[in-house]
């Protein structure tokens, strides 16, 4: 591998309003060891390691898993490769949720009881005696919110956890959350992972309104849509490979990874891909770098989260970090193209203020398209 220049390696910013530096760009460890829910193209353990090496090469520092990736084999994955490191080094994030046994019905969510046996079971396999930023992977509604922040706040002083985030959140979750740690003198979250796009900008409305009025940095997943942001899908003609071509074989596809029928007739999803291509033309970009370039642009971004698996997507990657980047102007282009449907009472509201503009009161983020 080719060594990285000083001036494309990964810039390093504040995680929210905390003093923890992480990478621009994150490594997600999704297609790390077995998938249990049988994505294609995870990596073995010893393909794993190349990438979070060469990741590290380009400057990377963070990584991102969760018990739930292969029901806890990503995370032995990434502990096999930090036992034989220096782990002040590196941010490790993971997240808790997910059913683990489907046999036990304490083994999901958020309970005091679920928590403190997955931060166990997750330091084992990590291989680390502390987790830098553990994330409530979802919502739970069966389990009150205070039930779940005591406990997250007794694995911080006991040392098991340095600090905390959300992932998946609605607005009024994470302000109720924000709310509840300032009343009850409890560790607030530091970030939000979220999915955030060109083609999944819907977080915008709330969620991230809440994060710029309190301070919490926003982790993206899924910037290139399944990979639908790479340029590498036409539409007229339905993949076979890769994300999408998966999601489409086996008839079910999400929100992070669209079957073809989800997309195929969005003429919008088509029009962005073709803008992304254009402005990635002009620049000797791919658009993948296009696409996660325009994230890394957003002030509210923290870091984006990038997966892997082949060498060469994490090199692509990699070249959004640092640099170079989009203009004024192509920043406002790809705003435009990929402008979302604004549902009521948000462009009510937008319209009504858009000459009330009071420069001690600004607003926290996004007032109108």
């Known amino acids: 591998m080719e060594s990285v220049p000083e001036t494309a390696r990964c810039q390093y ?3 929210g309003k905390s003093g923890l530096r992480v990478s621009n760009i994150c490594l997600g460890t999704m297609t790390f060891g077995k998938s249990h829910i049988g994505s294609p193209n995870n990596l073995s ?6 990438v979070i090496q060469r990741f590290v090469q380009w400057g990377g520092n963070f990584l991102d898993t969760a018990d739930g990736y292969g029901l806890g084999d990503s995370e032995r994955v990434v502990g096999t490769w930090l036992k034989n490191q220096e782990r002040d080094r590196f941010v490790v994030g993971t997240k808790f949720f997910n059913t683990m046994d489907g046999s036990n019905p304490n083994a999901a969510g958020c309970s005091r009881r679920h928590i403190t046996n997955s931060i166990s079971n997750s330091l084992q396999r990590l291989q680390t005696d502390y987790v830098d930023l553990y994330q409530v992977h979802k919502w739970d509604d069966a389990t009150p919110i205070e039930e779940t922040l005591r406990t997250l706040h007794d694995l911080v002083r006991c ?31 530091i970030s939000l992972q979220q999915q955030y796009s060109l083609l999944s900008r819907d977080s915008e409305l709330e969620p991230f309104q809440v994060c710029k009025l309190n301070g919490v940095g926003v982790l993206t997943w899924s910037p290139l849509k399944g990979g639908i942001l790479t340029g590498k ?11 999408v071509g998966w999601a489409t074989q086996r008839g079910k596809g999400n929100q992070a990874w669209p079957s073809w ?52 997507q994490l090199e ?50 996004v007032t109108q398209y």
């Open 261 to 312: 029928d989800m997309v195929s007739q969005d003429q919008q999803v088509w029009d962005v891909v073709d803008t992304v291509r254009n402005i990635a033309c002009s620049h000797g970009k791919s658009p993948a770098q296009i696409a996660l370039r325009w994230l890394l642009q957003k002030p509210v971004v923290t870091s984006v989260i990038v997966g892997a698996s082949k060498m060469a």
């Open 159 to 189: 040392g098991k956890v340095r600090y905390l985030g959300a992932s998946n959140f609605t607005g009024w979750q994470l302000q109720k959350v924000v709310c509840l740690t300032e009343s009850m003198g409890l560790n607030p979250f």
């Open 316 to 365: 692509d990657n990699m070249g959004a970090s640092n640099g170079w980047s989009l203009t004024e102007e192509e920043m406002s282009e790809l705003d435009n193209v990929s402008k979302p449907r604004i549902p009521y009472p948000y462009q009510m509201l937008w319209s009504v203020n858009a000459n009330r503009r009071n420069p001690w009161n600004p607003p926290p983020y």
């Open 13 to 15: 910013t504040y995680l």
């Open 233 to 243: 899908y036409s539409q007229g003609n339905v993949p076979e490979e890769g994300r």
């Open 45 to 50: 353990e010893a393909d794993s390691h190349a």
